[in-house]
């Protein structure tokens, strides 16, 4: 059993920037992040292969965040740029076992998921 922890959530004016992390217990495939506002359904934000050398990122994000991460620390991060008050959500770090190869936009894909941490975008 693999266990996520985020970090890196917080307060940030629009046109600000924010970096999470994501510490995972051990080796995982593919990773995302997903987020969820208040009354809304959780959606997919950015993903990444196992290897690190694919990502994919929602449209509304694409340009603005940045997803990476760093295998020999167990650890994915995001880095969000031009954040806008429509970015507040509950951000969630989720990861697929080893086995599988490719990034889906579908939760049920991830096996593993963090806690959440708050981002919150002031106007």
């Known amino acids: 059993q693999v266990q996520l922890v985020e970090s890196g959530g917080g307060l940030v004016q629009a046109g600000g920037s924010l970096r999470l992390s994501c510490a995972a217990s051990g080796r995982t495939g593919p990773m995302a992040w997903f987020r969820q506002a208040p009354g809304k359904e959780r959606e997919f934000v950015s993903g990444?292969?196992?290897?690190?050398?694919?990502?994919f990122h929602a449209d509304s994000v694409k340009g603005r965040f940045t997803i990476s991460r760093d295998n020999t620390k167990n650890t994915m991060y995001v880095q969000m740029n031009s954040l806008k008050p429509e970015d507040t959500a509950v951000y969630y770090c989720?990861?697929?076992?080893?086995?599988?190869?490719?990034?889906?936009?579908?939760?049920?894909?991830?096996?593993?998921w963090g806690q959440g941490t708050q981002v919150t975008v002031s106007s």
């Open positions: 990444i292969g196992r290897g690190g050398n694919y990502t």
């Open positions: 989720a990861a697929a076992p080893l086995g599988p190869l490719f990034v889906s936009t579908q939760a049920r894909y991830y096996t593993y």
